[in-house]
């Protein structure tokens, strides 16, 4: 199966979501939570992560996540990730509780993808940390609701499809792996050769070739690929996966989230009066020499009906 049948396949039994002007979605993707250690990308960035999180979950904003948000290629473990970052699937609990989250899997974490496995590990919490007191977030959980009960019965997507109720037009949401070989059909292998190669590699500074986000030519290839699927689909596509922010255009239809890992800031796309926006949040100083957390739009948003797709 070629690369462009493999994207057309994520979505044959996508869910479909309603989007009007009171619809609103936050979309992320490439979080790659880890255990805490020297490869945990997402350490560095776990409280820009968190206060957007904060910032949507309190402004009504239905939590879209592309995949890779776990790194389960270098870790086994999906219960020492959410041990360790037990204040995240604290909060993502909650937006679970709204109905208003959707998870999709990628290459890092496709063994989400079986419904088996989810219901294993991600139905309930096994780490000490959710048993304390939840925080305000101004919400209050159902009656008798159990603190280390997480996501029972909860399935991730390969693709999310969001129709515009207005214009009829439909945004295609994926992970964007199915553009590579090698991260979609030798998935497995990869991350085979991640965690027991590439991984101690990673650790003296050598790059792993088989990551879009860090071999040059790989993300480009990748990039070109998905550009000329929502072109030749004319489908507004949005992906993550190579982990380079990108706003789409009315002649190239395509949309990147960026991911949560970069050195000093995480990107993503947020949906509003249909309106689709490319923004960042990173760390600023004030006069008085004390950090905050700031919200920048990297591009002017584009009204959907701008697309010819």
Known sequence: MGWYQ??????????VLPLDCSSRFAILSDCHRGVGNSNDN????????????????????TYLELGDGDELWE?????????????????????????????????????KKSFRYCRKHCSACHCQNLSEEMPCWNISMPPG????ELFPDFRFLSGLILHDTVSGKELYLTHGHQADFLNSTLAPLSGFLVRYFWKP???????????????????????????AWASQEQKLLITGHTHRPMAGN?????????????????????????????????????????????REELYEPICIEEFRA
């Open 201 to 227: 590699l990673e650790a003296i500074g050598v790059s792993d070739p088989t990551s879009a986000a860090r071999n040059y030519t790989k993300k480009q290839k990748t990039e070109m690929r998905l550009a």
């Open 42 to 61: 997402f350490l560095k960035n776990q409280h820009l992560y968190l206060a957007a999180l904060k910032h949507y979950f309190q402004n009504g904003y």
């Open 250 to 294: 009315p002649e190239s239809p395509y949309f990147n989230t960026g991911s949560c890992v970069h050195p000093s800031c995480i990107t993503c796309i947020e949906i509003q009066n249909r309106r689709i926006t490319l923004v960042k949040w990173l760390l600023q100083t004030k006069t008085n020499l004390s950090l905050y957390v700031t």
């Open 6 to 15: 493999r994207i057309s396949n994520a979505f044959r039994d996508a869910p």
């Open 75 to 111: 870790n086994r473990s999906l219960s020492r990730i959410i041990d360790i970052h037990s204040d995240v699937f604290r909060l993502l609990k909650q937006f679970h509780y709204q109905n208003r989250l959707y998870m999709l899997y990628g290459n890092h974490d496709h063994c």
């Open 145 to 148: 609701d159990e603190a280390a």
